[in-house]
């Protein structure tokens, strides 16, 4: 009698932890309803906002938010999981990877969100007051962050060179001068490279679907013409194209399509990683 | 007479030209090599598959390099490259050929320096890490370092010479150089629940590697020297043995076998200039 009375005791406790335990996991990212007028910025910035964030960041990046913004990216399609949502108690934005400076971020963390947080605007919607910026997260720190985005520039300025003198690549006079600078991502140069082992490839330009970014935010994407017309051009950019279907993270692009027969784009996610490229 | 005039002629043009040719790679090939870094690969990832290298240089695509079957515990030799940038990228060794190299690093060749390219780590975390090698020892001391790829043992310490030399290396992590008193004596290397002993010789001057592996019968010791003396220059080959290798990098062979053609033609002439006068005499007399 005694012991089944514990055994039931023992199962009765099991189970009111493990309902705990289920329903603090099932609240713990939550994403809060509020009002999209309660944070500054109007409801068409936010929805820019919320679009560009959903559509463009790394599918495995955090992003942390006030609580309508975090509502309008729920609704956008991103999972509660990528959310940090930060409230009032909140004391920084760090563990996230991008944050989404609202006038409510801004003046919950102050001066602090560009000083310490976050320096670098990745793209920006909007003007005055209810401009929202996105923002790559430092997480050690800002001085550390815009170290190792120096050093960044400097190795894709020399990977970039090295390309230009690649005689398997034919260049445009813009991208010859994106590449030059150092302004290309890293994942592109990669791949540009490994691309350009197997194939003649030429380079019409480069870009960053990221509308207010700041200049030292690198360009994420590529358009590939095709060598000539016919049938063997377009064999040769579908062959690219397998490769790069090939890839995986960090390197598997966001986006990666023909355009017609003549062209194909590559796109990579945001933020650009930093050191992927070694040292010059 | 003519037909003699053109065939001296024509032989001393050949020597001369096999000679120069010679001369000129030569000189190309040392300068080439002041602007020349060196590469090995080496699989450490104990339940990873074997798999092809490639790494694919940014500004020269005759610099590419590509190793097959690449298997664990296999460690490349050296294999000199134009300094530069290249992308490694790695694919199962007998996929497909439809089957793309999947990106994987970059490496960045700096002239004269020495890089073990090495895939670390359990298959469903597999990193590939670039190591920079040293390639000289303390005067009058030998250095050593140490991979452990034992999946079995979680970590595992180092005793050189009877002296606690690593302690906790755990899987898939490299120490750094040590520089250790020159002896031939035990390396003993014990994980949780296996060790080994092995004795080996670290000699003054030169530059070991020492990796950790899963043997069939419990723990392994690769003993990998890195540099034997002090021009800065890796040790050419390793006991491990390796297969596979497809370099497009120029082998010195070539140049010897054109200095070789040049000497050759150049006193086959030579003899040809002498013979052909005394030839003329006699029939002049």
């Known amino acids: ?280 | 007479m003519k037909i003699m005039r053109y065939i001296r002629w024509t032989t001393f043009l050949m020597a001369a030209a096999a000679l120069l040719l010679g001369i000129t790679r030569v000189a190309s090939a040392s300068t080439t090599s002041s602007n020349t870094g060196w590469v090995r690969l080496a699989h450490l990832s104990p339940n990873t598959p074997a798999v092809d290298v490639y790494l694919y240089s940014f500004g020269n695509p005759s610099a590419e390099l590509v190793l097959h079957h690449v298997s664990y515990g296999t460690v490349s030799p050296y294999q000199a490259l134009a300094a530069g940038e290249y992308t490694v990228a790695m694919r199962a060794a007998g996929a497909a050929a439809s089957t793309k190299p999947v990106l994987s690093a970059s490496l960045t060749v700096a002239p004269g320096a020495a890089y073990t390219v090495a895939g670390l780590g359990p298959e469903s975390g597999l990193r590939l890490e670039v190591l920079q090698d040293q390639l000289t020892a303390p005067p009058g001391e030998a250095a050593v370092r140490f991979i452990q790829a034992s999946l079995q043992q979680h970590a595992v310490t180092v005793t050189w010479d009877g002296k606690p030399t690593v302690t906790n290396l755990t899987f898939g992590s490299v120490s750094s150089y040590q520089a250790v008193s020159p002896a031939t004596a035990t390396l003993h290397v014990a994980g949780e629940s296996e060790s080994v002993n092995s004795t080996i010789t670290l000699a003054a001057g030169t530059v070991h590697t020492v990796v950790v592996l899963d043997g069939p019968k419990g723990l392994v010791l690769d003993n990998l020297l890195d540099a034997a003396g002090s021009d800065g220059v890796p040790a050419g080959a390793v006991a491990t043995g390796f297969g596979g290798t497809a370099p497009r990098v120029p082998s010195p062979l070539l140049w010897l076998s054109l200095i070789g053609a040049g000497l050759l033609l150049t006193m086959v002439g030579g003899v040809g200039v002498r013979l052909v006068p005394r030839h003329r005499g006699r029939h002049a007399r």
């Open chain 1, 1 to 280: 009698m005694t012991i089944a009375l514990a055994l039931v005791a023992i199962v009765a406790l099991g189970a009111g932890v493990t309902g705990v335990i289920i329903g603090r996991a099932a609240k713990s990212p939550s994403v809060p309803a509020v009002p999209a007028a309660a944070a500054g910025a109007s409801a068409a910035t936010r929805g820019e906002a919320a679009s560009w964030t959903a559509g463009q960041v790394a599918a495995s990046a955090i992003v942390a938010c006030d609580p309508a913004m975090c509502a309008a990216l729920h609704a956008d399609g991103l999972p509660a999981t990528r959310l940090l949502v930060l409230g009032t108690a909140t004391a920084d934005p760090l563990g996230s990877d991008v944050v989404v400076a609202t006038l409510a971020v801004r003046n919950q963390f102050g001066t602090r969100l560009q000083s310490v947080y976050a320096p670098v605007v990745i793209a920006s919607f909007g003007t005055g007051a209810g401009r929202i910026d996105i923002r790559a997260i430092a997480p050690d720190g800002t001085a550390a962050y815009e170290a190792a985005l120096a050093a960044d520039r400097r190795s894709r300025i020399s990977a970039g060179s090295q390309l230009l003198r690649n005689p398997r690549i034919i260049v445009a006079a813009d991208a010859r001068n994106a590449l030059s600078a150092g302004d290309v991502d890293p994942r592109l140069l990669m791949m540009l490279a490994a691309l350009a082992d197997q194939q003649q490839v030429r380079i019409t330009a480069f870009g960053d679907p990221s509308p207010g970014a700041s200049p030292v935010v690198p360009l994420r994407s590529v358009e590939i013409a095709a060598l000539g017309p016919g049938a063997e051009a377009e064999a040769s950019l579908r062959s690219m194209l397998s490769f790069i279907d090939a890839q995986r993270q960090p390197f598997q692009p966001l986006q990666a399509a023909l355009v017609g027969s003549s062209a194909l784009t590559v796109e990579y996610a945001a933020p650009s990683p930093l050191g992927l490229l070694g040292s010059p």
